[in-house]
Each structure stands twice: as C-alpha cells, then as structure tokens.
C-alpha cells in the first residue's frame, strides 16, 4: 500500500452560494409560516394597486362631452375661483377651488369670437331649468342643438316664441300644448318636434331662451366650430388673443387677486362647460383617495412587517444556532432576505393581477351607490394597466425591510448571544410610553380643531397610539394577566389554572397576539365612529330643527306672490321659503391659503323658528336681510365672528359679498354653516330650479296650500330639512372598502400570530401531555388563552379608539362618539372567530393520539 497522502481538493463555496442554499432549505421547511406572509403581502399588492389605479384614474377623469361634442372650441365663464397668501417664512401660495353655479359669459364676447378669422360658427348657449308636465327638464335654443349634434327624431324645429321641440323623455307628442314653468312662471308651448339626445330636455327660438333665461347681457357659453383646414390648436391661439386683446372676463365682481377671465375649452376639458359639478368632485375624490389610502398603506406596513416579524421570530433558534456554527450576519441577512424576496415577488405579482378587477368592482359600486357625480368620466387607459406592476416593486421593498429588521438582532450580536432570547428592552418600554403621550397630546389637539383638521389629529392620535401599544405589548399583557389571572384559576379549573399561567410566564407572547387585536379593533372603530358620530348627530339636529307640517314644492320655481298667498290661507301659522346653494370660505390654515366649498341654505326670516327651527344662540335671525348672514355656533368660532361683526364670503358663482353678522346658531351639522337671505342666494344661482316653501300649520288643509300655489306638490309631513356634504356617499364608500381591507389585513395578521404561537408551543403541548395534563384540560386551557387574548385586545384597542374619537367627537358635535351596536358586534364576532381559528385548529396536532411523543 502507498503511503502517499491523498490530495484532498477544497469547494470553493461563495458567500452567495450558501445565502442561496440557506434561502432554498429555509423556504421548504417553513411553507406554513411563510403561507400568512404570502396571504398579507399579496393583499397589500392588490390594495396598493387597487387604490393607485383609482387615484390615477381620478387625476385623469374629466367631464363626458355631449353639449358640446360637435364643437372645436366652448367659451366659458371662469368656473374656479383662487385665493393666494403667504405660508409663514415661504413663497405666495394660491389655493383653487371649484365653482357649482354657472359663471355667464358676456354677451359681448359672441361678436368677438365671430370675428375671429377661421370660425365657421360662434353660437351663443343658454342653459336654464324648466318644469315641465310637473318634472324637471333643462331648457336650451334651439340653435344651440347643433352643438352636439342632435337632430329632429321627428317634426320640424321651433320657428316661433310659442313653439318647442322636447326631449324623447318628456312623453309629450307633436301637436300636444304643454304647460313650461320657469322661474316660477308658467306658459303654454305647441310641441313641433321631438329631437335626439337627452331625454329630459326642451328646445326654443333663440329670442325665447334669452328671454327665459333671464340674463340679457349674458350667454351660458359660446359654442364655435372651425373652417375647413383650420386646426383646433390654431383656432384656439387665435381666440385666445382675441378675447385678450378685448378685456373681457366672466360676469360677476370677483374678489382681489382671483382674476376670472374667460376660459376657451378644447378635447375632453369641454365637457366642464356641461356638468359644473365635476371639477369640483373630482378634486374631492382626490382628497378623499389619497386619505383613505394612506391609512391602508400604513396599516398594510404594519401588518406585513408584525407578520414577517412573527415568522422569524418563531425561528430565532435556528437563526441563532446558524450564527453559532459559522454563518456571517451577511449570509445571514441575505439568506433571510432571499427567502422573504422569493414569497413577496410571487405574492406581488398575484395582488398586482387581482388590483384590475378590485378597481372595477370600487368603480362598479359607485356608479350603483350614485355615489360619482352625473358626466364624470374615469378613464383606464391601456398605458396605465402595468400600474400594479409598479405597486408590487413596493411591496417587495416592504418585505425586504420588514426581514432585515427581524433578524437584525440575531445577524448583529455574537453567535452565543444568539441562541438566547433577549427580553424587551428598557428602550422598547420608554418609546412606546413616549408614542402613548403623543397620540393622547394629539387627541388633546384635535378639541382645539374643527372638520378636517380635528379629523387628521384624530387620525395620528390613533395611528401613533396603536404603534406605541405594539411596543408595549409585553407590559400590557403582563398587566392584564394580573386582573384576569385570578378569576381564570378559581373559576377555569385546572384548565384555566394553566391558562393564567403561561399567559403569565409568556408575557411577551401575548403580547405578540394581542398586537394585531387591538389593530384592528381601534383602526376599525375609529373608521367606522368617525363618520358615524357626525351623521348620527346631523340626523338629530335636523329632527329638532324639523317643524314644518308640509312641504309645498314645483319644478320651475314657484310664482311670485306664492309665499303671501301660502301664509294667508286658514290655519297656516308661519311658511317659509326655502333655498339651497354653495359657498367658498376663504381661510389660512397655518399661514396657507385654503378654499373650503361649504353647502348653505337661503330661508325667508319670518317665523323662521315656527318652521326650521336653527336653535339661535345669539343675536335675532329675524333681521336676516340681503347684506346680512347668520353664522353657525363652530364657523362663528373659527371665524370671531359675533353679532355685528363682518364675515367675507364668495357665492357659488364666484361673486364675492361682505356681510354682517345678525345672529350664531347651533345646528350647522344640519343646516349648514352659513343661513343667508333667501333674496341674496336666488341671485347667485345660474337657475332657481325647484321652489320649495315650508309650512307650518293647525288647521289648513293640502288642498287650500294647492289653490294658494297652482301646479305645486303639497307634502305633508315633510323629512327634515338637512344639507349633507357633497361628497358624503362617496366617502362612506371609500370608508366602507377600507374598513374591509383593514379588516382582511388584520384577520390575516390575528390568524398568522396565532397560528405561528400555537405551532412553535406543540413542544410544550406535548410535554404537558407526558407531565399528566390530559386533553380536555389542555383545550379548555387553549380555549381559556384565547378568550383572554380576544378581551385583552379587544378592551385596549377599544380604549385606543375611544381617546381621539372622544376628542373628535367633542370638537365636532359636543357629544358622545357613535357607532352602531351591529356594527360593534360584527367587530367582537370576528374578532372571536378568528381568534379562536387561530388557536385550536394548530394545536391538534400536539393533543391528537392517546401517548404523544415530545416535540411531535
């Protein structure tokens, strides 16, 4: 035999070659752990690729265009009005806001326009609502039709003041005579013809529009077309210049520094000049958007970094025991990051997929709840479908740091530090009390605050106080198992005697389970409470204001004289005439300019409080005149404004009034923050609409009030009368999505903490077994944990909603936050359910057979 040494030749392992082989070993072995992270990265996918479609689709909608759509160019009056300021320490900054009432046009500018070289056509468009056979119907010349290219379905177009061609609508016939009410006065028209497009339309000679629209040295919009051969981009320059070059500007007297000249729409943007609400709604859809999705991003980064967390923290042992036998931090730390990168790209690209549909199924549900307004138009253009794409990178991101904060501990310390577990630290303890104080102090602030504002401070008191009982999860449950250790051992039996005991031994343990309990307990209630409390608190001030008997209403506008008559008939105590518009306030938030667009009423002041009943508080509403306004009890705050004092507001067309102060009220959550002189509202909208007078009443009769209004609708006991935000369905939409999403995040996170607890205890379980502890015991004892779990989480995240909605509630409504007792008892259910899913069904493995094995 030789005696010659063998040649032993060294693998040249890489460090990549060993995180990759510790990644693809970790990644099989652990495929149920890795299941919860998969589930919670592809939802953060799917509702971060969701929302990013909607918020891109938003910045991309616009009005559809159907007046228009034969036009090349519309001429319209300046729909935004814009407020400039100076931040503290910064540059001038202008805030824009959306106007709802139509802004005329000079009528001067149809002969500038005309002269414009290369215009085919300029026509002028009045715009104006009618009643017609008792509904409500817009009415427009004849010529104007041609603007977007209706024709006669059948009959000729009106050739004299008397006739009219109808909408396909209106069920009126060639030859029927129909009564057309506007502003309030009735007139008897010969049906010509029936014309294509809207329905509830009506079509006269263009002196007879004029005249009914009742702006003589105005025009709704110039519709103008081109030449042959002359470019849109072309024509528009030289309109521009030419209107420029003339100095005309939109009709109304605007405030200092909000130019409102003339505005010369082209493609898509020509549809503003139809529906006056889409520019407004749309910038609030963007507002609320962007809210909503902040707060499930920030909670999806809560989520999904607890979960990974969990997972290795399950596996710390491992982790350790590869440190100790040789792994660097950095294999360790790619190894890690790797095996999180492969579960987050696959569950990425999954949510990324699902995010089309869930974007069509929001968008689907808004259009069925009405929730958007009539004419806006959400485009998904095929250049935006890859979108989620983008959304799914993100979540990978997320993922990656997620992990490398799990294992940071157990990657930095020495290798035989690694194998034991280090107990929360005195920092740990000392920042989530100082995040604790915070969100309180944040609460604190938001009863200094009103609508927006209380609600942001609402909102970071609760994200802040969340985090901070996440890091005092250990202390919290440690505290709680001393009021509940000691009704589980005398009346849990030998099950409940180790239920309090290993809650106990494993503070830090329960802590970890409760930590997504309280969650989704806190965020929940605070999305559900908020919206809730002031609803709930609209509602019942607009039942207190109530006091009318009936309700005398017609398309068109009532006649003159109607509210004299109405008060002069037998019985009739008070009537009042009733009007709604908008309003712009315009304020400095912090130094910032802001335009905050608010609904109001216009009532008639005598004997007001007989049938809308404000609940005045100071000064007399009855001096309520043109020039004047009464101010609700929190806007009178925000504002200093008193009776006598001067408050400066813009009216729904822009027009910008000083008026004085005559009286504060309580219920604006109601009624609205401004009332104004009914005679001063009419004035401001582009067209009255329907009239509406209050009654109130002993002893008259629906058929005397109908003599005293002819053509009127008499209702008898009348709902209450109550403004609601603009944008009030379309947030409790979003909101009802996002308390959903919430909710399968946190589900997915209660349901993988405890799974993950429950599997890493089979050891014990079983060692239990083998001690004598039998399997009744150990279920009640499972069991038992459970339920403190759920009430533990349940009680604090109860208590961390209850600060900042208490506060909000406060600012807002002066009384108790609200939410429904189904809606709590859905909370507590799921919460339940799924924390009992959690715990019992990982843990039959350990109690099944009659001699476990240790460690089985």
């Known amino acids: 035999m030789s005696d010659t040494p063998v040649k032993v030749t060294p693998v040249n392992v890489t460090p990549v070659k060993v995180t990759r082989l510790l990644a693809s070993r970790a990644a099989r072995m652990h495929r149920k752990a890795w299941a919860a992270v998969f589930a919670a990265l592809a939802l953060t996918s799917l509702l971060l ?21 034969a036009a090349d160019l519309v001429v319209t009056g300046d729909q935004s009005t814009r407020f400039t300021a100076k931040p503290w320490g910064s540059d001038p900054e202008t805030a824009t806001a959306g106007l709802t009432e139509r802004v005329p046009v000079p009528r001067a500018a149809l002969k500038t326009v005309r002269e414009v070289p290369g215009v085919r056509a300029a026509i002028a468009d009045e715009v104006f609502r009618i009643g017609l056979r008792g509904e409500g119907a817009t009415g427009r010349p004849w010529s104007a039709a041609q603007l977007g290219s209706y024709g006669l379905r059948e009959g000729a177009a009106p050739r004299h003041d008397s ?183 696959v569950a990425g690209l999954v949510g990324a997929a699902a995010a089309i549909p869930a974007f069509l199924g929001l968008r689907a549900l808004l ?7 009539l004419g806006l138009e959400l485009p998904l253009p095929v ?75 609402a909102g970071a008191a609760t994200v802040v106080m969340v985090i901070g009982c996440a890091l005092l999860g250990p202390w919290i449950a440690e505290g709680a198992m001393r009021v509940l250790g000691a009704p589980l051992r005398r009346f849990g039996g030998a099950g409940g005697r180790l239920a309090a005991a290993n809650c106990t031994a494993s503070a830090r343990r329960l802590g970890a389970a409760i930590t997504p309990i309280i969650l989704v307990t806190a965020f929940i209630l605070v999305q559900l409470s908020a919206g809730g409390t002031v609803t709930h608190a609209a509602g019942a001030q607009a039942r207190d204001a109530a006091r009318a008997d009936f309700a005398v209403t017609a398309e068109g506008g009532l006649p003159d004289g ?21 309003v712009v306030l315009a304020r400095r938030d912090a130094g910032s300019p802001r335009l905050d667009r608010l609904p109001v009423l216009g009532v008639t002041p005598d004997g007001l409080a007989r049938t809308l009943d404000p609940g005045v508080r100071d000064g007399d509403i009855g001096r309520l005149r043109p020039g004047t306004v009464a101010v609700g009890r929190d806007q009178a705050r925000a504002l200093d404004a008193r009776p006598g004092s001067t408050v400066t507001v813009r009216f729904g067309d822009g027009v910008e009034a000083r008026l004085k102060v005559v009286a504060t009220y309580d219920r604006e959550l109601a009624l609205g923050a401004f009332l104004f002189a009914q005679d001063q509202l009419v004035r401001h909208l582009s067209s009255p609409g329907a009239g509406r007078i209050l009654v109130a009443s002993d002893s008259a009769t629906p058929k005397a009030l109908r003599a005293a209004a002819p053509g009127a609708k008499v209702v008898a006991d009348p709902a209450p009368e109550r403004l609601e935000p603009e944008d009030q369905t379309l947030g409790e939409i979003v909101t009802v999505a996002a308390v959903g999403a919430i909710g399968g995040f946190t589900v997915i996170a209660v349901l993988s903490t405890l799974c993950l607890i429950t599997i890493g205890r089979r050891p014990e379980l079983s060692l239990l077994r083998l001690t004598g502890a039998g399997r009744r015991q150990l279920r009640r004892m499972l069991r038992l944990e459970a339920v403190a779990s759920a009430v533990v989480g349940l009680v604090v995240g109860g208590a961390v909603a209850a600060v900042p909605l208490l506060a909000f509630s406060l600012a807002l409504t002066r009384s108790l936050p609200y939410v429904a007792a189904v809606q709590v008892g859905s ?13 019992l069904p990982p843990a039959r493995r350990a109690l099944r057979g009659r001699y476990p094995a240790q460690g089985r």
């Open 49 to 69: 690729g969701a929302f990013g479609l909607a918020l891109a689709s938003a910045g991309l909608g616009h009005a559809r265009v159907e007046r228009y759509s």
């Open 163 to 345: 006739e009219v061609v109808v909408g396909g609508g209106t069920g009126a016939r060639i030859g029927d005579r129909v009564a057309v009410r506007v502003s309030g006065t009735e007139a008897t028209y010969k049906v010509v013809g029936v014309a294509e497009g809207p329905r509830a339309a009506a079509y006269f000679t263009s002196a007879e529009a004029r005249r009914l629209a009742g702006r003589p040295g105005s025009v709704a919009a110039i519709g103008v077309t081109a030449d042959p051969g002359t470019s849109t981009s072309t024509l528009y320059v030289r309109v521009r210049g030419a209107l420029d070059r003339a100095g005309l500007g939109s009709v109304g007297h605007r405030a200092d520094g909000d130019g409102a000249g003339l505005r010369v729409l082209t493609g898509d943007g020509r549809g503003g000049a139809e529906f006056l609400a889409v520019a407004p709604a749309r910038a609030g859809m963007l507002a609320l958007l962007a809210s909503v999705a902040g707060t499930v991003v920030l909670i999806a980064l809560l989520v999904v970094s607890s979960t990974i967390v969990q997972a290795l923290q399950q596996r710390s042992g491992e982790l350790g025991l590869l440190r100790a036998v040789g792994a660097t931090p950095r294999q360790l730390r790619g190894a890690v990051g790797r095996e999180v990168g492969r579960v987050a790209t």
């Open 367 to 373: 259009d069925a709840r009405g929730a958007l307004p």
């Open 383 to 457: 250049w935006l479908l890859p979108a989620p794409l983008v959304t799914a990178g993100l979540t990978l991101l997320v993922a990656r740091l997620a992990a490398l904060i799990a294992c940071a501990r157990t990657a930095k310390v020495r290798p035989a530090e690694a194998l034991r577990d280090a107990p929360p630290g005195r920092g740990r303890k000392v920042t989530g009390l100082v995040l604790l104080i915070l969100g309180v102090s944040s609460a604190g602030t938001a009863t200094l605050q009103r609508g927006e504002a209380a609600a942001a401070a």
């Open 562 to 582: 109607t509210l004299e008559r109405v008060r002069e008939v037998p019985g009739v105590r008070a009537a009042t005439g009733v009007t709604r518009s908008t």
């Open 827 to 839: 909370i507590v259910l799921v919460v339940a359910a799924t924390t009992a899913a959690g715990t």
